[in-house]
């Protein structure tokens, strides 16, 4: 799957922003969810940033199937590592499943205009018989509807604090 979002800021900004601790908490109370939190964020000499944010999904807004396999509150810790200026690996873990989400996020500058473009792409496996489609499908829509709520929140908030 592949999901692509601009923005009207440079890149530089862009990466300043989304590796913010003040932002990520505030994007994480406000569309996060239910004991969202941000677990971690760490910076090393070389400049990479690592970001664990971890969300809880009520077993009750899922589908009856996935209530039986995946018996109460879905528990999903994410890790972005931003290796340089244009991105890095993502991968996700859901808590005592199977469940196999791995990716790389890339930053890269839009060719005509100015501003920023951040593609995720990602690989969702879930090893489960008779239901890794089914599963696989709900995971990477939940997915979309939250990176496309994550957006809107991160272009508010850069509109909101231009320099």
Not at 44 to 58: I, L, M, N
Not at 67 to 90: A, N, Y
Not at 109 to 117: D, I
Request: glycine share 8%.
């Amino acid at each position: 799957m592949e999901l692509r979002h601009t923005y009207a800021e440079a890149p530089e900004r862009v990466r300043e922003v989304l590796t913010d601790p003040e932002f990520l908490r505030a994007k994480l109370d406000k569309v996060g969810g239910q004991g969202a939190e941000l677990v971690s964020r760490e910076q090393d000499e070389s400049g990479a940033v690592t970001v664990v944010q971890r969300q809880t999904v009520p077993s009750d807004r899922l589908p009856t199937y996935a209530q039986s396999l995946m018996p109460g509150d879905v528990v999903i810790e994410r890790t972005e590592t931003w290796t340089g200026p244009g991105g890095g690996p993502v991968k996700a873990v859901i808590k005592g499943t199977p469940a196999k989400i791995t990716g790389t996020m890339a930053l890269m500058p839009r060719p005509h205009g100015g501003g920023a473009t951040v593609t995720l792409r990602i690989d969702t496996k879930v090893p489960i018989p008779l239901f890794s489609v089914a599963v696989e499908k709900l995971i990477n829509e939940n997915i979309t509807r939250l990176m496309e709520r994550e957006h809107e929140f991160a272009t508010d908030w850069l509109r909101d604090r231009e320099e």
